[in-house]
């Protein structure tokens, strides 16, 4: 015969579910930006979440958190990779450079003078994204012509500058690259663009 589970009106019931074991805490280490990290992570974790939260990269960002816009590029072991789609696991022991680990010192990287002097861009939400993916171009083929540059970005989504600006961008990186030119110190004092304004 069905029995009928029955409560009193106004009494909550609580019915206990079989818990389900919570991830495996692991430690995790690689080499961020050139500097050997070590965190105990939850054995699921994903690389954008560990980066962001723990590794304090919050120039590597969460646009998607679905593998189509690109903003979440690291590199790892020399190549571009979505940190949104990457375990933690997979990345552990890996040499892995954020935007963050771009420049040199004070010495921006060539592209992220570029992005600058092009306009490349604007919100800048997207830019981090873009300047990884561009540095790793860059880094395996420092002369890429404008097909390699155009495939090497296709992953990566811009929704307010446009992508020539980019791609001019890219071009002048790789020509101060070819020629072996130096970026100058970017905290030197700049000429004032706009002499008088202080009333002289
Ligand atoms: S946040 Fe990773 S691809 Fe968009
Ligand atoms: S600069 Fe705004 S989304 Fe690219």
Redesign the pocket.
Known sequence: MLKLLTAPVGIMVQYSLPMVPGPEKINWEAQVNGRMVSFPIDSNAILLDILRDKGGSLGTKRGCDMGTCGCCSVIIDGTPKLSCLVLAQEAKGCEITTVEGLSSGHHLHPIQQTFADCGG???????PGFLVVSAALLQGNPSPNTEEIKTAIEGNL????GYQQIVDAIVKASEILVSGSSIEDSTLPKSDPHPGFSGE
Not at 121 to 127: A, E, N, P, V
Not at 158 to 161: E, G, L, S
């Open positions: 861009s604007q919100c800048g939400f997207c830019t811009c929704r307010c500058t």
